[in-house]
C-alpha cells in the first residue's frame, strides 16, 4: 500500500470478540488494518469466523475488547447489514433513513436531501421502485435498497456484511460490480464480507483475509491465491469453490466438498470459464489465475481421497 | 372527526337536552339547568375522553414501536397493573384498620396519587432494568411478568378485603371518565401534553426502531437514551390517564394497528398524529356508546371499549393472517 493515501479508517492494536460474566470470547487479536479511499476490499473467510463481529467493531455497533478504532461516527461510516427489515416502509421511505445523521428531530427533508436520494437510488438503479413497499421485493432488490440507503448517509466508508448470502448467480455479480464501481467512480472505501471466492476474487482491489490464528491476512487477490493462503484458510471446511464445479464429472470430489446449501439457483452446469469471463476485469488475468487456484485445490482434495 | 364526535360526545347524555337548546350552550349564549349539565359535566367528561384516547394510543403505539412487537400495549409494561396494586392497597386495605391509610384514603385526591405513584414505580424498575438488558422482548417479558405479579397481589387484597371496599375499587377498575372535574382536567391534560411532547422528541428514533436496533445505532440514534425517552413518556401518558380514569383497556393496543390499517405506513411523522386522532375519536365513540344513547343508563367504560375492540383486533388478525410489525 503507497504511504501518503489517507485512510478513512484505521485500527491500531485492535481485539474484537465477546464478552460475556463469565468467559471472554476473542475472535481476532492485535489487528492493524486500515481502509483506503478508492479501494473494494473484500473481507473473507469461513462462516462463524467473526466477519460480522469486527464488522460491527469498525462501524462502532460493538466496541473493542482492546485497541481502538479510529474514524468511527456514523458520519463516517455507513453499514449494511444482515438485519432483516420488515418495517411497513416504502423503498423511498427506507433509503430516506440514511439522511438521519444530519436530520433535526423533526425529519423533514431538505430538497438537498431528496436529491442525494435520487441519485442515490439512481447509483443502483432501484429508481423505478421508489413507491414500493419493502415487503413486496425480492432478496435481491432488498440488499440494492439497502445498499442505497447506506450511500444516502453519504459516508465515505461503506461496510457490508454478507450482502451477497442468499442471492442467485446474477445479484450475486450485479451486487459486487456495482460496489467495485462506486469505490472506483465515487472514491469510497468499501469493505464487502463474504465467502463467495470468485467473486471476490475478481472484483476486489485488496483482500482482508480472515485466518484460524485469530489474525487477518491482506493483501492483492493474486498474490494470496500465489501464496497458497486459501487453501491454508479453507481447507477444513470443504469450502465452496464455485468455479472448480465445471469438474462435475469428478463426482466423489463434488459431494465432498459442496454442501448443498451454498449451491447456487442458477449456473450450475456452465463451465467455470464462461461463469468468469463476463464479469472479470481481465480475461488474461483471470484465465492465468484460475487453473491455479483449482487445480491447487483439486490437487488437495484429491490426495485426501 | 374529532371534533364531530366531541360535539356528539357532549350532546348526548343521561339527561337529553333538546337540540337548539344545546346549540345555544355551544355558542355560549344559553343558561340553567342545560348549561350546567353541558359545562360542569359533559364537557370535561369528553374533554377528558380525548385526551386519555390519545394518550393511551401514543403510549400503545410508541411501544409496539420501541418493541418491534405488535402485541405490545401499555398494560404490557406493567405500567397499569403497579397503577392498579397501589390504588387497591390503598382502597382494599382502608378496611384493615391502619390509621394512616385510613387518613389518607379518605382525602379525595388520594387515588390519583397512588395510580401515579405506582406506574412510575413500576417505570423505575423498568428502566433499571432498561439498562440492564440488551434487547426489547426480554424487557416485554420483564413487563408482563411485573404485571402478572402486581395483579396476583391485587388478587389477594382482594380476597381478604370487605364487600364495600371491593365495590369501590371494582368500579375503579371499570374506568370512567365521567368523574373529571376542571382542575383535574388541567393536571390531566399538563401530564398528557408533556408526554406527547416526549413523543414528538422520539419520532426520529421511533422510526429508526423500526430497522432493528443495530440500524438505529448505525443512523446516529443514540439507542439507550431514546429508549429511556421513550418509557418516560409512556409512563407520563399511561399513569396520567390510569390515574384520573382507571384503567381502560384496548384503546392502546388496538388504535395503532386500526390506524395503521388506514395510513399504510410506518413512517411516525405520519402515524403518531394520525394515532392520537385515532385514540382520542375511538374513546369518544365508546363514551357514546357507553351512555347508551336513547337512555337514562350508563354502561362501564371499560367494558365498552373492550366490547367493542375485541371484535375488531379479532377480524384484523383474520383479515390480515398476521399484523405488521412495529
Known sequence: MEENKPFLVQTNHLSVGYTNRTSTNILFENLNLSLEKGKLVCFMGPNGIGKSTLIRTLSGLQSPLRGSVSGVSVKNISVVLTDRVEANLSVFEFVSFGRYPYLPWHIQLTDEDFATIKQCMEQVRISDLRDRKLYELSDGQIQMTAIARALAQSTPVLLLDEPTAHLDLNNRVEIMNLLRRLAHDSGKAILVSTHELDLALQTSDWIWLATRKKTILTGMPEDLVLEGAFDETFQFKGFDLKPGRSFTRQRKINRLSYRAKELPTSGRRMHWKEMVTPFSRDRKSTLKFYPKIIHGFFLKELRKL | ?326
Open chain 2, 1 to 326: 372527526m374529532v371534533i364531530s364526535l366531541f360535539l356528539v360526545d357532549v350532546s348526548m347524555g343521561s339527561v337529553s337536552i333538546p337540540f337548539i337548546d344545546f346549540i345555544q350552550i355551544m355558542l355560549g349564549k344559553g343558561t340553567g339547568v342545560y348549561h350546567d349539565i353541558i359545562w360542569k359535566f359533559r364537557m370535561p367528561k369528553a374533554l377528558t375522553c380525548a385526551l386519555a384516547g390519545s394518550a393511551l394510543a401514543t403510549g400503545g403505539l410508541m411501544m409496539q414501536t420501541m418493541f418491534r412487537n405488535p402485541l405490545a400495549g401499555p398494560d404490557v409494561l406493567g405500567l397499569s397493573s403497579g397503577s392498579s396494586l397501589l390504588v387497591s392497597i390503598l382502597i382494599l386495605a382502608n378496611g384493615t384498620g391502619i390509621a394512616i391509610i385510613q387518613q389518607f384514603a379518605s382525602h379525595p385526591w388520594s387515588v390519583a396519587l397512588a395510580a401515579s405513584l405506582g406506574a412510575s414505580m413500576v417505570f423505575m424498575v423498568i428502566i433499571l432494568i432498561a439498562q440492564r438488558v440488551r434487547d426489547n422482548t426480554a424487557l416485554l417479558i420483564i413487563g408482563l411478568m411485573i404485571g402478572a405479579g402486581t395483579s396476583s397481589i391485587v388478587s389477594v387484597l382482594q380476597f381478604t378485603s370487605q364487600a364495600n371496599d371491593l365495590q369501590l375499587f371494582l368500579i375503579w377498575t371499570l374506568g370512567s371518565v365521567g368523574s373529571a372535574s376542571w382542575l383535574e382536567i388541567q393536571i390531566l391534560s399538563l401530564v398528557v401534553f408533556s408526554g406527547l411532547a416526549f413523543s414528538l422528541v422520539s419520532i426520529k428514533p421511533l422510526n429508526a426502531f423500526l430497522l432493528g436496533d443495530s440500524y438505529a445505532k448505525s443512523i446516529g440514534v443514540n439507542v439507550k437514551r431514546s429508549r429511556i425517552i421513550i418509557v418516560i413518556g409512556t409512563s407520563l401518558l399511561v399513569g396520567g390517564v390510569t390515574a384520573f380514569c382507571g384503567p381502560i383497556a384496548f384503546v392502546g393496543l388496538a388504535v395503532p394497528h386500526l390506524v395503521r390499517l388506514i395510513v399504510k405506513t410506518n413512517n411516525h411523522k405520519v402515524l403518531l398524529f394520525s394515532v392520537m386522532a385515532g385514540g382520542a375519536s375511538l374513546l369518544l365513540m365508546c363514551d357514546i356508546i357507553s351512555q347508551l344513547p336513547g337512555s337514562a343508563k350508563i354502561l362501564p367504560l371499560n367494558a365498552v371499549t373492550s366490547l367493542v375492540g375485541a371484535p375488531v383486533v379479532i377480524w384484523l388478525v383474520i383479515r390480515q393472517r398476521k399484523i405488521t410489525r412495529g
